[in-house]
């Protein structure tokens, strides 16, 4: 066999693997389409998973949303999500800028601090969160949802923006100070907006982290008006049977708004992860 004819089995070996693997990563997503659009009848009928009912059952969209109450639940977490990602980025990008382009002592022991944070597992918080919390009358608000949000994820974004904002050249610094702006006009103004792509990755990421975070929110959050959507979601399985139609549509149709952050912002994503592992 010559160079061209294993160049060619080569390729063909590669695209043969990535077809299987998008044919399983996608089989999940269709058996949750299919499910979504079942009546409970239809589910305990024998029917498979990859059969499309004779009447779709629409009603389990309707009811995800009214009855379920997957409505408000979707308003509580983009009110949490709409208050903790954009403030967590811009705290964790003056903490990136000041370790990577201000003068300080020891910036990489100010990084590593930081980064510890990256270590403690969720959980081994848990129970010093629900006391303090008690104690403070912080449960069963979205205030106590936003501040821990923003504490477990400020180390993952001072990893991210630090990285890109090594790679911008001090150049524009220098620049900057010589036309007399200050520190501060020199983060708002020149290095946060060059940032677009990190600030993106962020977008997405945090989004969809704080979107389907739900050890915390189940821990913090008891009152059914405030539900966060993975915790209203648990709701929809009963003590003695479940209607998966009703259930899957209402994961549906959680996704929409994490499908929207991430095609709108989707362009960026890759620019900003690779400014993250630079240096």
């Known amino acids: 066999m010559d160079g061209k004819s294993k160049k060619i089995a080569s390729m063909t070996l590669k695209y043969i693997v990535l077809i299987i693997l998008a044919v399983l990563w996608v089989i999940p997503i269709i058996t949750l389409v299919f499910t979504a ?8 009928s024998g029917m498979s998973l990859f059969q499309m009912p004779d009447n779709i059952a629409w009603d389990n969209f309707t009811n995800a949303m009214t009855k379920g ?50 270590m403690l597992p ?19 608000t979205y205030f106590g949802l936003f501040y821990v949000y923003i504490g477990f994820g400020i180390s993952n974004g001072i990893l991210i923006m630090h990285g890109f904002f090594k790679g911008i050249p001090r150049d524009l610094d220098e620049a900057a100070y010589i036309d007399g ?8 103004n ?10 993106a990755t962020l977008l997405i990421t945090d989004f969809l982290a704080t979107w389907n975070e739900y050890l915390l929110a189940t821990v913090i959050i ?7 959507v993975p915790v209203g979601l648990m709701t929809f399985v009963g003590e003695h049977g479940t209607d998966y139609g009703y259930l899957c549509a209402g994961v549906l149709v959680s996704v929409i708004p994490v499908m929207a952050v991430y095609l709108i912002f989707q362009r960026y994503f890759v620019e900003g992860m690779a400014g993250a592992v630079k240096s």
């Open 190 to 199: 020149i290095i946060f907006p060059v940032a677009k792509p990190a600030i």
């Open 222 to 228: 008891n009152d059914n008006k405030l539900k966060t």
């Open 181 to 188: 702006a200050s520190k501060w006009r020199t983060f708002i």
């Open 37 to 44: 659009v079942k009546s409970k009848a239809d589910f305990f």
């Open 69 to 118: 109450r997957l409505f408000q639940y979707m308003k509580n977490d983009l009110i949490i999500c709409c208050l903790k990602v954009p403030l967590g980025i811009f705290v964790e990008a003056m903490a990136a800028f000041a370790i990577s382009r201000l003068t300080l002592k020891r910036p990489t022991a100010w990084f590593t601090f930081f980064l510890i944070g990256m």
């Open 122 to 140: 969720m959980q081994v918080a848990l129970v010093p969160i629900s006391i303090i919390y008690n104690k403070l009358n912080l449960t069963n």
